[in-house]
Each structure stands twice: as C-alpha cells, then as structure tokens.
C-alpha cells in the first residue's frame, strides 16, 4: 500500500467539504457565509467562515454530487454523540435511484451504542471525541451522491471532508465492484432464530466486513454461536461455518482476561473495542461493540449470498440456550452492481439507543 504513495499517477485529488462544496479545483476557503462567519468577523475571508453545515430536522442534505468516473478514498465525519443512531449515511453510485449504503451514521464507523470507543483499524478509525474517517475504497464509473438524513426533531451540525480521486484510470476498472453497506437490528431476536446480517444479493461481489453492535439481555456468557455464509446455491447449510462468536473477531475464550473480565482491543482488522458494563442505574445490561474486517482475508462469492450470526448462551447440563438479544448489524461487500436487496431502514424509535445520551444538540 505505501508503495503507491511513490507511483506517480495520472489522477487529480480533489476535497469536498463545507468550503468547497462541490470540490472544484481552487474553490476552498472562498465562502462569505457560514456556521463560522461570526467567529470569523474580525479576520474576514479565507478564515474558517464555512467549517460545518446545519441540518434541519427531517431534512436530507447533500454531502457530496460528483459527476464522472473516480474513487473516494476518505471520508471524515463528526457529530454530536446524541445523533449517531439519528444521521442516516446514504451512498449512490452512477445514478442510481436506491442507496447502496444505508446506515446510521455511528454503526457505520463501529459507534452504535452513541458512546465513545477508540477505533484504531486499517478501514475505519474513531479517535476522541468522535471523529469518524473511513478509508473503505468506494469506486464509481459515472457519479457518486452522498447524503445525510436528518430523523431527529432538531437541527444538528455536521463537519465533514470527502476526499476523491479522478482521472486516469480512477473508478473506470470494470473488474472493481461497489462498496455496499447495511444496517439491521434485532431488537430483541427470536429466541431460537438467527440475527440476519445480509440476505437476498444476488451477483457477484466480494464480503469486506462485520460490525455488530450486541446488547445482552439475561445474565451469563452470550457468544457461543457461529456465524454462517451461504454462497453461490447454498440452502440449508453454509460453505462457511464459524466456530463461536468471539472467534470470528478474532478473541476466545469469552473475551475474558482472567483477574480482568471483558478486555478490549482494537487491531488493524478486528477487535472488540467497546464494553460498557452495567451502572447500577439505568444501565442494566451488558453491551459490546466489535468489529471484523476481511482486508486480507476477504470472502469471494459468484452468485449469491446470505449471511447470519447465531445468538447462543448455556442453561443446565452444559447445553446451548438460545438468546433473545439485541443485536444491531452493519455489513459491508463490494458487489458487481450498484444496487442490492437491502432491508428497510428501522424508524427512529427502532433505532433509538435505551439509555442514550440526552445531552442538547449542536
């Protein structure tokens, strides 16, 4: 990967942000009016007068529309932590009329729970107090159209910078896919029936990764069960077969460091980097947040593919008792496509966060 960064190429790197909002070669710094035009009276022009946008409650704005073939290599974000599950990012490819990304803002970046984990991963990285950047590669032959639904019933604020490369032979490879993510929540799963995590895609494509947002509801250990992908014809048995839910992020044993209980960690390409305990108050069941990233290990299919976690615990006599958890799902795959199968998004009070923070929006 660093070896690119000395191979010099035939593209030209251009930046949307709230002062260039359609990254135009020269555009930056020019705003007259913005959210920092106040703090900027005394210096005048050039000087952070456009640094964020407002979004009006119900309103969908427009982060980036970018015309012609070429690849976005980074997206930086930040919010308020009260509107991570109440930002809705959507990503178009060459026109489409659908989204190929459909997900709440924090899930995206591994934050589900709208509270603060340190991310430190090769794709995605969340650094305090809540900036989001993404480093997925997400190719387009004809044009990109990012946007940001606001469901809350307030204006929020919103700072982002989307970095994109044209020309040459930048998103234009009819061998590169298009990077689809979703979202889904069981809240709470039948017990005795499987958390879905994609379902229904057909085409050709390839599984880049898992975030799961997984909040317990009953005592003990929660993470015995397998996660599974049906590929290419498969029906009732998958071609992959996991062995446990710690083990598919990379962890065993339960996660548990003896003397320490639940350990965090975060690693290039998977972890489990948030564990928020019970408080004693409100707060009454356990929750996680971990992370899988199939860079150097990803998952090809040619047809189809469906893909499901189980949710398993124990009950007497050493046998698996099947759980009735929340469990909150984004998955990511290229697809040779713009557009999938992809579940409805869940309404705000779906979405919603028990116990999330309820500090003022800004």
Known sequence: MMRDLARLQDVDTRSISPENFDGSKGGGARATEGTGAACAVDLGRG???SPSVDVGAGETFDLAAIDGPGVITHLWLTTHRSNWRRLVLR????????????????????QGWCEFAQLSSVPIAANPHGGFNSYW????RTGA??????????????????????????????DTGYLHAQ???SNPLTAGTTHVIVEGVEGRGTYAGTYLAWGVNRP??????EIKFYMDGDEEFPTICGTGTEDYFG????????????????TPFLGLHQVLAPDGLYRSQQRFGMYRWHVLDPIHFRQDLRVDIQALGWK???????????????????????????PALPVLDDLAVDGAPMDPLR
């Open 91 to 110: 990503a178009y490819w060459d026109g489409s009329d659908e989204p190929a990304i459909e997900v709440p803002v924090g899930d995206f970046f591994g």
């Open 251 to 266: 962890g065993a044993w339960n996660f548990d460091v003896p003397g320490n209980g639940y350990t965090a960690f975060t």
């Open 220 to 225: 003990g250990w929660w993470g015995e069960g």
């Open 47 to 49: 000087w952070k007068v």
């Open 183 to 185: 979202f889904r929540r």
């Open 137 to 140: 590669v997400m190719p387009f």
């Open 316 to 342: 007497s006599g050493h046998r698996y008792q099947p759980l009735h958890d929340d469990i909150a799902s984004t998955a990511l795959f290229y697809l040779d496509r713009p557009v999938a199968a992809r």
């Open 145 to 174: 159209r990012l946007t940001l639904e606001n469901l809350a019933p307030d204006t929020v604020t919103v700072y982002y910078q989307i970095t994109f490369e044209q020309g040459g032979a930048a998103g234009d490879a009819e």
